[in-house]
């Protein structure tokens, strides 16, 4: 009996080994997804698949959350059915652990955003000039040190002058105060300077020093308090400093009210000559009304009829313009006791640190003491 030979190949050793190599890696993979599956912190899909003997293997995760220590390195690529991605990476530990430990989610702490400093603005740097650089000269006059006397000065004494300027010319200028007759005298553009007094001077003088520089003037004063006696005042128990003029004789009238008087100087010795009225208070104090602040007396006056208690009277001519143009001033005052009084009297100006002063002498030639710094009035009789 003839035996057949069987066709049928029968698997090599190498073949065998290749199907229980696949087989045995497909098991280990299964075990890996359930294990996973059974922590609650992955859910696989495990596709096979065979080419050539060789199995291939793709791992689908759908959801990543903390991977427990021991877990052996696994790449997990996204699948289509994936509602959430990421890239797991299983890091093998030195030792296996019994029960795995969860490792808490750590949150990422915030990066603080740094923030720029301000950016200073570089210092300006000053031009620094050549060592021979010579300092420009101003092309205008100026007076660097104002003129001061200093002592006591009568007349027909010599005086120094202390002063400083930059120009090239100077004047030193002296004129009784309140006038404008100025004597000048070439002085060197740096005192001192020593100037003669007059012995007839018999009031107190106004010093001016003017600096010339090309076509630029300046200019500085000073007033001189020169010491008198007491003839150069027209009244008894003066100040001992030289008037600012001689006595005057003027033409005057008054008018005695309620709270004060109305007092009428045809020279009023203010600062320019003319008429001048003042308003003197029972409050010491006073209100002076030079002839160009007077009203108008061609001017209508407030359409006002007054009517005075019995025995008063109300003001007329130039203090009945005054009084009826101002209310202030008919509140202040009141009524007229009596008419205006015309008379005659003296009048002598001072010039002192504090002020000018007006001294004249009243109806009844007590002498009145009019202060221009601070608006008062006192009356004396003379010693």
Known sequence: MTHKKSTTKTPSFRDNSRQFAAKIFIMLCVISVFGLTACGELEFGVETKVSSGRP????????VAQIPEGMVLVTVTPSAQATATAAA????????????????????????????????????????????????????????????????????????????????????CLAPVFTQDWECRPVPS??????????????????????YLGETQATGGATIMLYCDEDAWFFSGPPTTCPAGGPVQTAAAYQQFEHGTMLWLENGLWWDPGEMIYVLYDTQTFEPFPEYALPDSSAPTPNIDYDPPEGMFVP???????????????????????????????????????????????????LLTLGFWNATWAERSQP
């Open 89 to 172: 990476t299983m890091t093998p530990t030195a030792s296996a652990t019994a029960s795995p430990t969860l490792s808490p989610t750590t949150t990422p702490e915030p990066t603080a955003t740094a923030t720029a400093a301000a950016v200073q603005p570089a210092p300006t740097r000053q031009p620094v000039l050549p060592a021979n650089t010579p300092t420009p000269t101003p092309y205008w006059a100026e007076i660097l040190v104002y003129p001061t006397v200093s002592g006591i000065v009568w007349p027909g004494d010599s005086v120094t002058v202390a002063y400083d300027t930059r120009a090239d010319t100077a004047t030193l």
């Open 316 to 366: 007329e001519s130039g203090f009945g313009l005054l009084w009826k143009e101002n209310s202030w001033i008919r509140q202040r005052l009141g009524w007229a006791l009596a008419p205006e009084v015309g008379f005659s009297t003296t009048v002598q100006r001072e010039f002192a640190e504090d002020g000018p002063y007006l001294y004249l002498l009243n109806f009844d030639d007590r």
């Open 56 to 63: 291939e293997v793709t791992v689908v995760t759908t959801t």
């Open 190 to 211: 740096t005192g001192p300077y020593t100037l003669d007094i007059d012995p007839a001077t018999n009031t107190n003088l106004q010093l001016q020093l003017n600096a």
